[in-house]
Each structure stands twice: as structure tokens, then as C-alpha cells.
Nanobody, 126 residues
């Protein structure tokens, strides 16, 4: 069992930065692939970024490449999403997720993830 708690969301002006954190409970955190997803009002949830269990591989949706960076600290059971050059279209609830077979099923596939956090709101004003 893994429990995930996100933090770091808030209100920021366009062009600004935020760093989201996802704290995980459970001794086997380091064996899980981790992902960030977001859902804007009236839209479906979409994949944002993912990182392999070792941290050696990362994946991003095209719209955030070069602006967002995902990383993990296995010793701290935490995964981060550094978001720079934020745009109003990045406004959404951001959720982290954990999965054991993400690498096999597909990093952007929601069904590959077994555990989800409650989410944290990110609002980017123009």
C-alpha cells in the first residue's frame, strides 16, 4: 500500500515558477514508477510527466517539455515537479500517481498507475 500526498500548489503569475512535491508512504517507494497528471476544469485528466523507479528515465507531454522537470528522492520518498515559465493553460489540479508496471503498460496511461494522491491546485494568472 502506498499513500501519496501532494503539496506546493498555489497562485502564480504567468512566467513564474512552482515546485510541487509528492510525499509517499511505504517502504517500497523506490520500486514504483511515478507520474504527474493534471485536470483542468471541464477537461479530461492528462499526463504531464513520469519518472522511472531509478530516476534514470523521464517522460514529458510535449506541452511542458523544456519548462517542467520531474525528479525523485528515494531516500526521502518524494517525487518533485519543478514548473518554470508557467502559462495560464497550465492551470489545473495536479495529482501524483505511483505504479509498479508503468514501464510495461505505458507511462502516460492512467490505468498503469495503482495509487493516486488527492491533488494540489495550480493557478496561473495572465
Amino acid at each position: 500500500q502506498v499513500q501519496l500526498v501532494e503539496s506546493g500548489g498555489g497562485l502564480v503569475q504567468a512566467g513564474g515558477s512552482l515546485r510541487l512535491s509528492c510525499a509517499a508512504s511505504g517502504r517500497t517507494f523506490s520500486t514504483y514508477g511515478m507520474g504527474w497528471f493534471r485536470q483542468a476544469p471541464g477537461k479530461e485528466r492528462e499526463f504531464v510527466a513520469a519518472i522511472s523507479w531509478s530516476g534514470g528515465s523521464t517522460y514529458y507531454v510535449d506541452s511542458v517539455k523544456g519548462r517542467f522537470t520531474i525528479s525523485r528522492g528515494n531516500a526521502k520518498n518524494t517525487v518533485y515537479l519543478q514548473m518554470n515559465s508557467l502559462k495560464p493553460e497550465d492551470t489545473a489540479v495536479y495529482s501524483c500517481a505511483a505504479g509498479l508496471t508503468v514501464g510495461l503498460v505505458g507511462w502516460s496511461n492512467e490505468r498503469a498507475y495503482d495509487y493516486w494522491g488527492q491533488g494540489t491546485q495550480v493557478t496561473v494568472s495572465s
